[in-house]
């Protein structure tokens, strides 16, 4: 609950920004066809009806609302790494660890893309939700923050899984399950681990703190090397 009210509260961080420069209407969504953006009666071209085949327009909606958890989520990654990127913070391991976070849900999301495309679909993109306070001075709340998202995108995951059965696709559903759902459940464990580990750290203060940061920059450099930071590991 607490996790809800805070992504809540973020809803609506950057629509003054968002407005002031004109980059969106955020009550609307864009989408790749070549309609009014939100005039979901007119939603289709002729053209895509051609190249769908059985995709009803119930699992495009799924896909789309998919795409965007996973935008989402890369935002609240992006701010963990911002914030532990500070010059003040400078904790380069979890900075690396969120880093690759932003990547992974990032990847996820054009791979929801491609998908989409692949099938005639049409992606909407809706307007992506930042969050309002960029403060993680506690770790462990960063990591559980993190663990409850990845625990909502997997239950979102199910859900279309569920949806595509019910609408016979399965290739919908086999494509959700072995692309997505493995990594959601490997990413829960990690993350469960490194949370233990950071509890155990942690509460010794300040120098258990580094040596967490520490030990996850090791990990970090072993598990992605082709990852580069301005500053290694001070
Ligand atoms: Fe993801």
Not at 194 to 212: I, N, S
Request: proline share 4%; charged share 25%; hydrophobic share 40%.
């Amino acid at each position: 609950m607490a996790f809800q009210n805070f992504v809540s509260k973020c809803a609506f961080a950057f629509k003054p920004f968002i407005r002031q420069h004109n980059l969106l209407p955020f009550s609307k969504a864009f989408t790749s066809d070549c309609k009014e953006p939100g005039d979901d009666s007119q939603k289709h071209s002729t053209i895509n009806k051609v190249f769908r085949h059985c995709y009803p327009e119930v699992l495009e909606g799924a896909i789309n609302h998919q795409i965007l958890s996973e935008l989402n989520a890369s935002m609240i990654y992006l701010s963990m790494f911002c914030y532990y990127g500070r010059t003040d913070i400078a904790l380069p391991g979890c900075q690396a660890f969120f880093r690759a976070m932003y990547n992974e849900e990032q990847t996820h999301a054009f791979s929801l893309i491609d998908y989409q495309l692949m099938r005639g679909g049409l992606v909407t993109l809706y307007p992506v939700t930042v969050p309002e306070d960029m403060n993680w001075t506690d770790i462990t709340v960063a990591l559980g923050v993190a663990i409850e998202l990845e625990k909502r995108v997997k239950e979102k995951l199910e859900e279309v899984v569920q949806l595509a059965e019910c609408h016979k696709d399965l290739q919908l559903a086999d494509f959700i399950t072995s692309k997505f759902l493995k990594e959601q459940n490997d990413s829960i464990c990690e993350m469960g681990r490194l949370l233990t580990k950071a509890k155990r750290l942690v509460d010794t203060g300040g120098v258990g703190r580094h040596l967490f940061d520490r030990e996850i920059f090791e990990y970090m450099r072993d598990k992605n090397p082709e990852i580069k930071f301005p500053y290694r590991n001070i």
